[in-house]
């Protein structure tokens, strides 16, 4: 087992099968351009979000380092280097600790 296949995820984020990780990186590399944080960047999809089309993705050589993207699925390359959106880039404790400090935003807004 690989060590992103034992990270425990927050609530809603889910693991992707294979073949769904397989795709969500195709669709990044069609995506991203020149001067993206991560055009030509070794990663691969370790979560999906349940709830919008954000994907985690660790870094290959820095596997300490995780990057979640918000993919357009346009099937193609984007416009600008700013799409698809970085909404988070860090360690997964960071990562983590974002994910709470949204849920107790979330919550608050009930």
């Known amino acids: 087992m690989n060590t992103h296949e034992r990270l425990l995820l927050p609530a809603y984020w889910a693991r992707p099968s294979p073949s769904s990780a397989r795709g969500l990186l ?5 995506e991203v351009i020149a ?4 055009f030509g960047v070794p ?8 709830g ?3 994907v ?12 979640v993207v918000h993919l357009t699925f346009r099937g193609g390359p984007e416009i600008d280097a700013h799409h698809p ?6 360690s997964y404790a960071e990562f983590l600790a974002e994910q709470k400090r949204i849920d107790d935003w979330l919550a608050g807004q009930d």
Do not use: C, W
Not at 35 to 38: E, M, S, V
């Open 26 to 30: 195709a669709e990044l590399q069609r």
């Open 35 to 38: 001067g993206h944080l991560l």
């Open 43 to 50: 990663v691969r999809a370790v979560a999906i979000s349940t």
């Open 52 to 54: 919008n089309d954000d």
């Open 56 to 67: 985690l993705f660790q870094h290959v050589n820095d596997p300490v380092r995780f990057t």
């Open 85 to 90: 959106t970085v909404g988070f880039d860090g």
